[in-house]
């Protein structure tokens, strides 16, 4: 078999696509046979070393956590899947391997993909769709006829945090680039403010602050605030957690597997209501360039980067 690894922490020029072995699934592990996998900025903060805490010091890693695919091998107590099933879900943080042609799972975090979904739109769905579904209605506990700002409104867990905020009820502002107003706009997001905003002009609008890059200042999140509001943030630091353990409205959070939460934000998906668009894909042999390309420069914008295996 062949996948994505590196033999230690680093840039995208530590990647290879070698040949390695499946290991058989432990307990409460599936064997998937990869068809597609989508790339987030998670990939490359763990293979720069920047959430080695996590992820270990054990070499070869495999790269990749979001993947779409068919069951090959199940485990001792896997109980919901089959082989042969197809599939959606995320690798463990230490497991990893998604961009290659077959990966190992917790049972926890894969579910049943739906027949209305290709394999490579499902693939974009599990690490944006449970973090902005865990962020806006677990610990943001969003209700119908609130609000919420989403700085970084079009990126990934934005985009869904805002669909997901709106089926539920609640109207939603964010922060975009003046290029993505107008598609902002298209899903119903209004205010609308580009990045550097004044937060005076939004002053105490928004029951919850979701901001999806980690950039804006405590200041400007708690302006935006009303009373007893929220503030949430999904990019994690020492630095962050011990601000989050402390009272008042601020918590950082990370997305955790959960097999409920996957299969909700997938039905959203299925039936239309949660777009994940997929702006380019490419198979495993290209994917290094195309990776390093995203990572460096952002591109394609506009949507997820998808690995194919076949």
């Known amino acids: 078999m062949k996948r994505l690894q590196y033999h230690r922490y680093g840039g995208p020029d530590v990647l290879r696509l070698e040949d390695f072995e499946p290991a058989r699934p432990g307990p409460g592990e599936v064997l998937v046979r990869v068809k597609a996998a989508a790339?987030?900025?998670?990939?490359?903060?763990?293979?720069?070393?920047?959430?080695?805490?996590?992820t270990g010091r054990a070499f070869p890693r495999g790269f990749g956590n979001d993947f779409a695919g068919v069951v090959e091998a199940v485990g001792a107590g896997v109980t919901r899947l089959r082989v042969g099933d197809a599939v959606v879900g995320g690798t463990s943080l230490k497991g990893a391997g998604a961009f290659g042609e077959m990966v190992i799972a917790e049972e926890k975090a894969v579910v049943h993909k739906p027949a209305e979904l290709s394999y490579e739109q499902a693939a974009a769905i599990p690490v944006v769709g449970i973090t902005a579904f865990q962020a806006i209605l677990g610990k943001g506990n969003l209700q119908a006829g609130q609000a919420v700002f989403v700085n970084g409104c079009l990126g990934g867990v934005g985009r869904a945090a805002a669909q997901i905020a709106l089926l539920?009820?609640?109207?939603?502002?964010?922060?975009?680039?003046?290029?993505?107003?107008?598609?902002?706009?298209?899903?119903?997001?209004?205010?609308?403010?580009?990045?550097?905003?004044?937060?005076?002009?939004?002053r105490g609008r928004f029951d919850l602050v979701f901001d999806t890059p980690g950039t804006l200042s405590a200041?400007?999140?708690r302006t935006l605030l009303k009373p007893g509001g929220r503030i949430i943030d999904i990019v994690p630091t020492p630095a962050k957690f011990a601000r989050s353990v402390l009272p008042g409205p601020y918590r950082v959070m990370m997305g955790r597997p959960s097999p409920r939460d996957l299969e909700e934000v997938v039905r959203m998906a299925a039936r239309g209501e949660l777009?994940?668009?997929v702006a380019r894909t490419v198979p495993l042999a290209d994917a290094i360039p195309a990776l390093t390309e995203l990572e460096r420069h952002g591109t394609p914008k506009g949507g997820k980067l998808i690995i194919t295996t076949s």
């Open 39 to 54: 790339a987030n900025a998670m990939d490359w903060k763990m293979r720069n070393g920047e959430m080695r805490l996590l």
């Open 168 to 202: 539920s009820g609640a109207s939603v502002g964010g922060s975009c680039r003046g290029t993505g107003v107008a598609e902002a706009r298209e899903l119903g997001i209004d205010p609308i403010v580009e990045p550097g905003f004044d937060p005076a002009r939004l």
């Open 219 to 221: 200041t400007a999140a």
């Open 275 to 277: 777009r994940i668009p």
